[in-house]
């Protein structure tokens, strides 16, 4: 089967495919290596040129009424159901997740965010605030000109994630997709145009941290919404900063789970499981960190163990395989340099090791202490460290001993110590009994380096708009002289 991915051409402006004028790009099917698609950057003038078209297009598209700016996104929602099966197939060729994923949690996740932003719409309002005899009242405006710039491990539902309640709110958007994975974005562009999006709302360029740069700092933009390192945020929001533009910043993470003694077992384990090797452990959220009271400690490193030797690795296109390869070699070298690191620091290895070639399976370290790398870093790959506590008080210390703070999760069967634990964890989405389960009605985002505004839900229209307030005279102007 040929796995072809040649795009129309790499960039996408002001309504048609444009062919970038910069470097290639050659992208690479994370299974077999081989070349499936080669694009090329844009140029720094294209950057520009497609700032520019957004600013051109996003008076129009701001003046339409909500409900018909609504009915774009809900179109588009729909086709992507449609084409699930081919779009998905896409997405695994991109990224090399397996097609039982891409199937159910990636563009999926992207027409849910566009449908939920397209039935938002025609609700979104000011606030009247009565004075006496005058009055106020607020108007929520868009920013203008939004840029998005992407991860590689999700994406197709981060351009859906950012553009929907960008555009629900009358913004255009310019989206730079990671230079891993550029396909997704492409696809969502001629989408959007077929649903009905005025030409220019909705364009992407191509390109590595340079064109990220400049899109950052163009003098057309009004807002920066980055998925990606903490490295990479620091570096976006100073630059963002300098034009006092606004800014969502979707870090990186070492999150807790925390399992207590009392917590139903073969729950926790398939929640560690969802919260360390799905995606190949490519997940910002990823509950890495996985805190074992001492009395469950045994029995769940046990049948995590059994469990985990079950899995299915192989080729991401047959939808047998759960466990698909690393994106690239570079990743898989630097997943592998931090489980030597945890192995020479004297944790043990349960299961799983360095792998082979594009594969790392999924590996889990016991007896870890929070000072080791293995305990502290981001891995963005499937390692997790078990790590022994004794008390609450202990726990909470420990899991908030960490300059991130996206995600933890907590698993008992005693509510009240529940909701009390989570209360005092410093990350900004968490989980009971569940974990890594994002839906759309609500909100996603981390504390701490971990980022700043949030995406999903009604909260992310604030992240994407401004409050005008107006006040209203409706008597004499009275003045001193
Ligand atoms: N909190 C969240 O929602 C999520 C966070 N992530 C985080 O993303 C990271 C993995 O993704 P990567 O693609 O390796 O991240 P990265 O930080 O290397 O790159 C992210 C994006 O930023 C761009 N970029 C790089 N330098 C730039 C600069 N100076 N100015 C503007 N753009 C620049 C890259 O080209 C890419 O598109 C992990 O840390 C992970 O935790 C990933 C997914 C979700
Ligand atoms: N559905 C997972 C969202 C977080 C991430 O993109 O890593």
Redesign the pocket.
Known sequence: MSLNAQPAASLFINGRPVEGEGDALSVRYPYTGEEIALLHEASLDQVAQACQAAADAQPAWAAMSPVERGRVLTRAAAIIRERNDELSRLETLDTGKPIQETLVADWESGAQALEFFGGLSASITGQMIPLGQDWAYTRREPLGVCAG??????PSQ?AC?KAAPALVMGNAMVF?????TPLGALKLAEILIEAGLPAGVFNVVQ??????????TDANVDK?S????????R??YA?AAEGMRHVT?????KSPLIVFDDANLENAVSAAILANFYSSG?????GTRVFLQEGIREAFLNRLAERVRNVRAGDPLDPETQHGPIVNAA?ADKIRAAIEAGEQAGARLVCGGPGEGAFVPPTVFADATDDMLIARD?I?GPVMTTLEFYDEDEVVRRANGTGFG?AAGVFTQDLTRAHRVISRLEAGTCWINAYNLTPVEMP???VKL??LGR?NSAAAIEHYSQLKSVYVGMGDVEAPY
């Open positions: 710039i992407g991860a590689w491990n999700y981060i994630w730079k997709p990671s230079e891993e390109g590595r941290g340079q064109v990220g740069a400049a899109l950052t920066v980055l998925t990606g390192s903490v490295p990479t945020g570096r976006v630059a910043m979707e870090l990186g993470g490519q997940i910002c959220s990823n990743q981001e963005f996206l996603f985002g981390g971990s980022g995406e």
